[in-house]
T-cell receptor, first 114, second 107 residues
Framework: DSGVTQTPKHLITATGQRVTLRCSPR?????VYWYQQSLDQGLQFLIQ???????AKGNILERFSAQQFPDLHSELNLSSLELGDSALYFC?????????????FGSGTRLTVV | QQPVQSPQAVILREGEDAVINCSSS?????VHWYRQKHGEAPVFLMI?????EQKGHDKISASFNEKKQQSSLYLTASQLSYSGTYFC????????FGAGTRLTVKP
C-alpha cells in the first residue's frame, strides 16, 4: 500500500457517459497530480493541485475537469466519454508543489469505455 | 516538453549492465526516475536535484548533467526483479515523463 488511495479500481461505462475518479493523497502530502496512461503508453500529465488550488495544467481535454477539496482528496471528472478515453488513470501525491520531492502513485483506476 | 528516453527497450541476461538515457530540450531543474512493473503503479526510485549530482542505492544509480540537459540511469549486475518500464520525469512545476524504456531481464 503506497498510501495513495484511488477508487474505483475498475470502471466500465458507455460512450457519452460521465464518471468521477477519486484520489486520497498520502498523509501529509499537499499536492495531487493526475496522469493518463493508455495501453502500453507513457504517462500523460493532466493536471496538478496544491492545497486546493490548481497549479499546473497539461494535456487535459475540455471534457475533463478536476478539483481538490479542503480535506485534500481530489476528484477527476470525465464527461461525454469516448472510446479513446479508455486508459489507466493514475493519481500521485507529493509533499511539495515543486518537483524536488518524489511522487507516490496510487494503484490507478482502469477505465473502459464501451 | 516531454523528455526523450533511449533506448525504447532493452533485453538483458541476469548479471549484465544497462544504461538508460533521458534528455530534454529545456533546462532541467530536477530529474526523477521511476520503475513500473506491468499492471502496477510507477514506483519512485530516485531524484536528482543538482547538475552533476549522482545518486544510487543497491546496484541502481543515476547521474545528472545539467549542462547537457541529460540524465542517465545505470543498472549494474541486473537482477530479474529489475524488469519493468523505467520512466524519467523532468521539469520545474509539473512533471513530464518520457515515453519509457522497457527493460527485460532474463535468467
Amino acid at each position: 500500500d503506497s498510501g495513495v488511495t484511488q477508487t474505483p479500481k475498475h470502471l466500465i461505462t458507455a460512450t457519452g457517459q460521465r464518471v468521477t475518479l477519486r484520489c486520497s493523497p498520502r498523509s501529509g502530502d499537499l499536492s495531487v497530480y493526475w496522469y493518463q496512461q493508455s495501453l502500453d503508453q507513457g504517462l500523460q500529465f493532466l493536471i496538478q493541485y496544491y492545497n486546493g488550488e490548481e497549479r499546473a495544467k497539461g494535456n487535459i481535454l475540455e471534457r475533463f475537469s478536476a478539483q481538490q477539496f479542503p480535506d485534500l482528496h481530489s476528484e477527476l471528472n470525465l464527461s461525454s466519454l469516448e472510446l479513446g478515453d479508455s486508459a489507466l488513470y493514475f493519481c500521485a501525491s507529493s509533499v511539495s508543489d515543486r518537483t524536488n520531492y518524489g511522487y507516490t502513485f496510487g494503484s490507478g483506476t482502469r477505465l473502459t469505455v464501451v | 516538453q516531454q523528455p526523450v528516453q533511449s533506448p525504447q527497450a532493452v533485453i538483458l541476461r541476469e548479471g549484465e549492465d544497462a544504461v538508460i538515457n533521458c534528455s530534454s530540450s529545456k533546462a532541467l531543474y530536477s530529474v526523477h526516475w521511476y520503475r513500473q512493473k506491468h499492471g502496477e503503479a510507477p514506483v519512485f526510485l530516485m531524484i536528482l536535484l543538482k547538475g552533476g549530482e549522482q545518486k544510487g542505492h543497491d546496484k541502481i544509480s543515476a547521474s545528472f548533467n545539467e549542462k547537457k540537459q541529460q540524465s542517465s540511469l545505470y543498472l549494474t549486475a541486473s537482477q530479474l526483479s529489475y524488469s519493468g518500464t523505467y520512466f524519467c520525469g523532468t521539469n520545474n512545476n509539473d512533471m513530464r515523463f518520457g515515453a519509457g524504456t522497457r527493460l527485460t531481464v532474463k535468467p
